[in-house]
């Protein structure tokens, strides 16, 4: 087996990875993911302790970025050149579940060390939407 080098591309040459099949599944799953958190955040949220009506908002924040995002993967798995690009596609999904994830256990899980990660999952989705307009 030889050992990858400068001139050894990440994937090979030819490599299907971005795939509009790949693509709608994470919208799927982002989308639902969006709408499940939406309905606990609507019902099961409010009643738990703790929970602070700037954390309902945050969730609010994170599960309709989860929907739009999902949503934005269905159109993009149509698109007939997007839906195999490279970096667009990888870095929406990537970024959506960074962004609202991280959100997510914010609120749920207080876990601070987070608070540095939501911004880098906001930059990942901008820069595929970026790409797109390019």
Known sequence: MAFPDSS???LPRGS????PTLL???G????????????FGSHALKR??????EGLSAWG?????AIFNGLALFVLSMHPRFS???FAGPAIAGGGFVFSGSIMALVLWKMKFLGPI???GGMAMIAGYITLAL
């Open 16 to 19: 299907t990875f971005v795939t």
């Open 24 to 26: 709608w599944r994470s």
């Open 8 to 10: 050894t591309p990440l």
């Open 61 to 65: 924040t994170a599960s309709h970025y």
């Open 28 to 39: 799927a799953i982002l989308a639902t993911a969006g709408m499940i958190a939406g309905a």
């Open 118 to 120: 939501t911004p880098l």
């Open 84 to 86: 195999t690009h490279k």
């Open 48 to 53: 738990r302790p703790g929970i602070t009506p």
